[in-house]
């Protein structure tokens, strides 16, 4: 069986998800996903998150980027498909 293609998305997480743990959060989120990509803080509060994978790990890992860490206050997800880029692994920035 041929593996499933990847395909990538970005979201951008608002509320209060920065000095929270969002990104690592997300992380390890990822790695048990066995997606690539990054989390990075941005400048107006939000946290900016890449991912590729399968479709099936993307819906999976939309689905706890909603919830966040303990912490974490996520009001509001903004979800875009992406280009594919190559990242070896999932880093936070």
Do not use: C
């Not at 875009?80 to 190559?86: G, L, M, S, Y």
């Amino acid at each position: 069986m041929p593996p499933s293609p990847k395909s990538a998305r970005r979201w951008y997480i608002s509320g209060r998800v920065q000095g929270v743990g969002y990104r690592y959060f997300a992380e390890h989120a990822a790695e048990a996903l066995n997606l690539t990509g990054y989390a990075q803080n941005l400048a107006d509060g939000r946290v900016e998150i890449y991912a590729v994978g399968t479709a099936a790990a993307l819906d999976e890992f939309a689905g706890q980027l909603r919830q966040g860490p303990r912490f974490s206050e996520v009001r509001h997800v903004e979800e875009e498909q992406a280009d594919v880029r190559n990242h070896g692994f999932f880093d936070v920035r």
